[in-house]
């Protein structure tokens, strides 16, 4: 006889009529120093859940880049895989999920030793990659990504047990204040705010384009705000990175500039952090989105 | 036999199938110096087609203000008014004009003798309040305005002949770079940029709420912001003052922050400037946006 053991669910969300502001169960430093990140970086992820570093990758690297973005743009055949998510209002595409199997360059990018070795001293240990993408934010139309943390999201839709995962932010264009970027509140990845409502079955079809659920109350969210260090928008050329931790609430405003903002996205979660049953109960959401059948551990690119 | 001399249209707009960028046909600084803007402000002025003074109203003014505000957005009565615009998607309050005419507070705002004398001497002479209005961009769910320059709209729909005018808008709470900020191309006011399309029958009940027509095209934008200085976004506290020339390309993004953003805005026209029949050959449009009745000189507050 077979028994099926449930893990604990130590952040419900989307269950209660009322939003709640809980602390977090999990450290943001999952490892002890080994060199990759400073002393100063290890305080600042510590204190901040994200860590902005300008100007990371040269220019010239950045041009490679930036071409191969071009290039799987306009691409003829991409636009209907089912990885790829198009603008509401336009056939534009918004952006390319499983980026690091569809584009060589990019796997290496996702493989750099330097990325690597700080993502695995933060997540304390190897990691796999859980999603990745490359989002392409147009000028003048470019459309605003509401204030969320995606282990929110990824706890309730994906099942991913704890906070343990760091999102990898690689701008590929110039990151002004004025043409929508990241903005993060720092401290904010100490808390889980709960938020309210069902999730409907399917969700991420829409949730792509337009967050409907999994979204935090305005209260929640000035609270966040007052106890963390208000909002900080990190700008910087292209081939900036910002580290983040998976609960770190974020979102993005509207672009009407003609400056695009284009990134390269790279999540890995720690390799004991591994997918369950979604805690919603409903059925996983594709494997593009939600890595459930390559978890072995990243290998840093040669 | 009475004869009709029609004004001729100096910048024609919304009538050929392709925007045109040409240059502008009237001074920036219509007036000489009167001691009101310093040799820098002047200058700056030419220049950039704005001037922005951080801080221009001390803490305890601002403070009445906001109270003022507060007062008029909550009174009950308002919502069903003519002159007093909701949100697309709620009923809350985006803009109440007429506020001159509606609050005592703000008709001396508008009569401040350090503004009228810096507008007067932009404008060379008497003015008239053309337009006056309080905007309240709430947090969380401010929408964006897109691209614009006034004269354009002022110009195809209102009759205005020249630009000749000048908004001014008082910040009742702090600009960040990050809560939906006014942002302008400076240098953008020594052209005009026509725009395609026609203008639809009582267009402005919706253009309030969101814009269809007199909208630049993305090619035009590009060159504006390369012909001149890029795009600036003044930030400062509550009471800062932004002064802003009539064709002077400008627009702002959607806010999330939960920093709302709340402004006065007036809108002097010169008293040999006033509105003809529309150029767009429509009706005019009401009197709330586009004063023709009282164009009697100003006088600054006592």
Avoid at 115 to 127: M, N, R, S
Avoid at 180 to 188: H, N, T
Avoid at 258 to 281: H, K, M, Q, W
């Amino acid at each position: 006889m077979t028994t099926t053991t449930r893990v604990p669910d130590l952040y419900p969300s989307r269950v209660a009529d009322e939003p709640r502001l809980g602390d977090r169960r999990d450290p943001v430093l999952h490892g002890e120093a080994t060199g990759a990140l400073t002393r100063y970086q290890r305080d600042a992820y510590q204190a901040d859940g994200f860590l902005a570093l300008s100007g990371f990758f040269p220019e010239e690297e950045v041009r490679a880049f930036q071409r191969e973005a071009e290039r799987l743009r306009a691409s003829t055949g991409l636009r209907d895989r089912e990885d790829v998510i198009t603008e509401p209002e336009s056939d534009e595409i918004r952006s390319i999920f499983n980026i690091h199997r569809t584009s060589e360059v990019f796997d290496r990018v996702a493989r750099d030793p330097r990325i690597l070795a700080k993502v695995q001293e933060v997540l304390g240990g190897d990691v796999y990659i859980f999603q990745s993408r490359v989002n392409y934010k147009p000028g003048f139309r470019g459309k605003e990504f509401y204030w969320h943390s995606d282990f929110e999201t990824w706890h309730v839709e994906d099942g991913m047990p704890r906070m343990r995962a760091v999102s990898c932010s690689i701008a590929l264009t110039p990151n002004f204040a004025h043409n929508g970027p990241l903005m993060l509140v720092p401290g904010s990845q100490h808390f889980f705010l709960s938020c309210v409502g069902e999730t409907p079955e399917d969700h991420y079809k829409e949730s792509l384009k337009r967050q409907e659920y999994g979204v935090p109350d305005p209260e929640g969210l000035e609270k966040l705000i007052e106890l963390g260090g208000g909002i900080r928008v990190p700008t910087g050329p292209a081939g900036s990175l910002t580290m983040f931790d998976c609960n770190t609430m974020h979102g993005s405003a509207s672009n009407i500039t003609p400056f695009p903002r284009t990134n390269l996205f790279i999540v890995y979660n720690s390799v004991d952090n591994t997918l369950g049953e979604p805690f919603s109960g409903q059925r996983p959401r594709p494997e593009f989105i939600a890595n459930r059948t390559d978890e072995a551990p990243l290998a840093a690119a040669g």
